[in-house]
């Protein structure tokens, strides 16, 4: 059993958005995902079927949500988005990584 | 929907270790722990029977395991204590507060 850092190994080309499976099994999925400017699609919401927590561990990135407009998260700034709660990623920080942590999880409702 | 800083609304009294419930359904729980040089019982080990992940988030900790020894973690440290896995906390930074995260979630084999 070893840590592994959250901060680190994070890949020198991030031409795309870098998403990360830490564990997963049939109830949960952990991901780490690094962004640098990346965004959602333009047109679209996400729209999941499960839970999601999220936190922002370093950087900065505004969520737009489809009833409650944007929130800006900054670094230890978690929310619950539950599921079908349509939102997308407006905007993440250009000039520097982005970490996040997110767990999905089904819901008691699914 | 609101963000909430996990860095933040720690109590400025730590006598007891702090946990802190964020979000939970029946397949997993989500809790902030804030320690202060608090440690597990001198005797005896935590012994769980959900897998359980774990990151620091500020700060410094020990944690040993019956079979693999001691393991220090910085911020960013992250590991997966499968269930079953006879541990405790042996140490945790006295000066300052140390905030982790747990995801305890049901395993596969429960």
């Known amino acids: ?34 962004s640098k400017g990346h965004t959602s699609p333009a047109s679209g919401w996400y729209d999941q079927k499960e839970d999601e927590w999220v936190i922002v561990l370093k950087g900065a990135a505004i969520i737009s949500f489809e009833n409650d407009g944007d929130i800006k998260l900054g670094a230890g700034d978690h929310m619950n988005i539950p599921a079908h709660t349509r939102h997308k990623v407006k905007w993440t920080d250009p000039e520097s990584e982005t970490v996040w942590l997110a767990v999905h999880y089904q819901g008691i409702t699914d």
Request: charged residues 30%; glycine residues 0%; aromatic residues 6%.
């Open 1 to 34: 059993m070893k840590p592994v850092n959250i901060f680190k190994s994070i890949p020198s080309d991030l031409e795309e958005e870098f998403t990360e499976l830490i564990t997963q099994n049939e109830n949960i999925r952990i991901e780490r995902i690094v």
